[in-house]
């Protein structure tokens, strides 16, 4: 049976996905080591005063709890997830960007990264996420904090995030210079970059 296309609801998955209620993992490599006492986020790029912050400073920005689904590129949609973090917006408030800053670069430990442009970001259920159904998120799903994206596939939902690069470009990250959609918008079904 066919998803109607553009329905993105509770009972429906998006095209060509195919629902199930575990969470696999899915990483290009290995999960890598990382010591919580020397992980660092940093904001640098097209934005005024560049920023470093340890763990506990950002632990400090106020978490909130959304419920989202999740859908990955390789067809798995996980349709029921609650995420913990600290939403995008409240980091972006401890900066301030130059002019004409339209889209970020999110970096990763393990040399992951992934586009996404500023207004996906502002979206209010985009999160630094710590905890996946109340949990503290496990090495595999990227702990200590990842990434969570749900308007976009799962190659967005970058694991293991170590800051974000504000640039006036739109530069492929690691996947989207290896095929994938810029946008990557599940709902138009935007898996590949189909220009030849
Ligand atoms: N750093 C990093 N983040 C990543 C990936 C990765 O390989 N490395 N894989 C992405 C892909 S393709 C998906 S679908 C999700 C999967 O998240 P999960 O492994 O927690 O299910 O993580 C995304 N974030
Ligand atoms: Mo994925």
Redesign the pocket.
Known sequence: MFNEPGKLNNKNAPPGQVITKK???????NTPTIDFENWRFSITGEIKTPIEWNLQDFLQLEDITINAE?H???QWSNLDNSWTGIPFAKVLNKIILNANVQYAMIH???N?STNISLDVLMNDDVLFATKHNNIPLSP???APV?LIVPKR???K????VKGIEFTKKNRPGF?ESRGYHMEGDPIKEQRYDTDQ
Not at 23 to 29: A, C, E, N, R
Not at 157 to 160: N, P, T
């Open positions: 969470f696999p993992v899915l990483t290009f490599g999740f990955c590129v390789t990763c430990y393990g992951y595999d799903h990227g990842r596939y799962g190659w939902s970058a694991k293991w996947w």
